[in-house]
T-cell receptor, first 113, second 110 residues
Framework: EAGVTQSPTHLIKTRGQQATLRCSPI?????VYWYQQALGLGLQFLLW???????NRGNFPPRFSGRQFPNYSSELNVNALELEDSALYLC????????????FGPGTRLLVL | EDQVTQSPEALRLQEGESSSLNCSYT??????LFWYRQDPGKGPEFLFT???AGEEKEKERLKATLTKKESFLHITAPKPEDSATYLCAVQAPSTDKLIFGTGTRLQVFP
C-alpha cells in the first residue's frame, strides 16, 4: 500500500513569491494535516482538512492557506514568502478525525532566498 | 496550555546498552499519545499509539509505556540502525492536531 506522497521534494523561491505544495494521502484516508518543521524547531501544526473542509488551523498568518480536493489530496499555498518560511513542510493523513493515527509523508523542503 | 517535553535532548549509547527516553505532557483530557521516529531530512515514521494509563506497546527492541503524566520509550540492546530522532506527540481532545515535543536525538555506536 502506497504511503503519503508529497511534491515537490525540494522548492526554491525568492522572498515575496508564492509557493504551492501538494500532498496525496494514503488510499482511504479522508483527513489531511500540514505541519511545518523549521530547522532546530519541533513540528508545528498548520492546517487540518477533512472531507474537503478546513477543520482547524494553527497559529500561522493568513498567507498560509490550502484546500482539499474531492479525491482527498491537498494543496498548501504560502503567499508573500518570507525568509523564515524556509522549513520542511510535512503532510500527514489519517482515516478520519478522532483518535486516528496520523501517517506522515517525506516532506517538501522549501528554501526562501 | 497543552505542552510536551522530551528528555534528554540527546543520548549517546554503545551498541547493546539499554536506556529509556522520557516524554512528559500536560494536556486536559489526553486523546492519544504517539511516538514517531525521524531520520534526518525525512518525514516521521509512526511507531506507537497509546491511549490510556497503564497501556504498553512493543515492537522489536522498542517498548512504549504510558502513565497519567508521562510516557517512556524503552530501547533494549540498541543497534546502530536505531540512531534517529524520536518524537513524542499528544492529541488534545478539542482538536485533532498533534502537539509535538522537540525530540530526543539518539546515537548508537558500534
Amino acid at each position: 500500500e502506497a504511503g503519503v506522497t508529497q511534491s515537490p521534494t525540494h522548492l526554491i523561491k525568492t522572498r515575496g513569491q508564492q509557493a504551492t505544495l501538494r500532498c496525496s494521502p494514503i488510499s482511504g484516508h479522508t483527513s489531511v494535516y500540514w505541519y511545518q518543521q523549521a530547522l532546530g524547531l519541533g513540528l508545528q501544526f498548520l492546517l487540518w482538512y477533512d472531507e474537503g473542509e478546513e477543520r482547524n488551523r494553527g497559529n500561522f498568518p493568513p498567507r498560509f492557506s490550502g484546500r482539499q480536493f474531492p479525491n482527498y489530496s491537498s494543496e498548501l499555498n504560502v503567499n508573500a514568502l518570507e525568509l523564515e518560511d524556509s522549513a520542511l513542510y510535512l503532510c500527514a493523513s489519517s482515516l478520519g478525525p478522532r483518535r486516528e493515527t496520523q501517517y506522515f509523508g517525506p516532506g517538501t523542503r522549501l528554501l526562501v532566498l | 496550555e497543552d505542552q510536551v517535553t522530551q528528555s534528554p535532548e540527546a543520548l549517546r549509547l554503545q551498541e547493546g546498552e539499554s536506556s529509556s527516553l522520557n516524554c512528559s505532557y500536560t494536556v486536559s483530557g489526553l486523546r492519544g499519545l504517539f511516538w514517531y521516529r525521524q531520520d534526518p531530512g525525512k518525514g516521521p515514521e509512526f511507531l506507537f499509539t497509546l491511549y490510556s494509563a497503564g497501556e504498553e506497546k512493543e515492537k522489536e527492541r522498542l517498548k512504549a509505556t504510558l502513565t497519567k503524566k508521562e510516557s517512556f520509550l524503552h530501547i533494549t540492546a540498541p543497534k546502530p540502525e536505531d540512531s534517529a530522532t524520536y518524537l513524542c506527540a499528544v492529541q488534545a481532545p478539542s482538536t485533532d492536531k498533534l502537539i509535538f515535543g522537540t525530540g530526543t536525538r539518539l546515537q548508537v555506536f558500534p
